[in-house]
């Protein structure tokens, strides 16, 4: 199935669960090091998808914009992996995840400064009540 519907839901997902799972993994240890095991295990589990579908591919015929914004996104990855962890292992799961979550007003913001995306007044509207419902869950 190469829906991009299913993708995002199964994207939802995980990502509910990983916050679930992420609190109860940093009660015991340091956010950044749990951080770093989690980094890890996520490149042995692609490494083990790409193998299994044979999806390898030779670094050299990456070209350097790619390399560039793969680089830029790995950084800005790892940055709010750790920001996460750590509010995690400080925060109530409850709140930390919907302000987590707000990336996604963020990114619909993001995508009409830097990509020239249209915004309608549907995406206009869902992102304003997102920032609001996030606000209204913390303070």
């Given at each position: 199935m190469n829906d991009w519907k299913f993708f995002a839901l199964g994207s939802a997902f995980f990502a509910a669960l990983t916050a679930v799972f992420a609190k109860v993994?940093?009660?015991q240890i340091n956010s950044n090091f749990a951080t770093f095991i989690r980094t890890?295990?996520?490149?042995?589990?692609v490494a083990v998808?790409?193998?299994?579908?044979?999806?390898?591919?030779?670094?050299?015929?990456?070209?350097?914009k790619t390399w560039i914004f793969l680089i830029l996104s790995a950084l800005a990855t790892g940055l709010s992996?750790?920001?996460?962890?750590?509010?995690?292992?400080?925060?109530?799961?409850s709140k930390v995840a919907p302000v987590d979550k707000m990336s996604l007003a963020l990114t619909i913001i993001l995508s009409v400064i830097f990509l020239g995306e249209k915004l309608d007044i549907k995406t206009l509207l869902a992102t304003t009540l997102?920032?609001?419902?996030t606000l209204i869950l913390v303070l």
């Open positions: 993994g940093v009660a890890l295990l996520i490149s042995v589990l998808i790409m193998t299994y579908r044979q999806e390898w591919a030779s670094p050299s015929s990456i070209d350097r992996w750790l920001c996460y962890y750590r509010a995690l292992q400080i925060g109530a799961v997102i920032f609001s419902g």
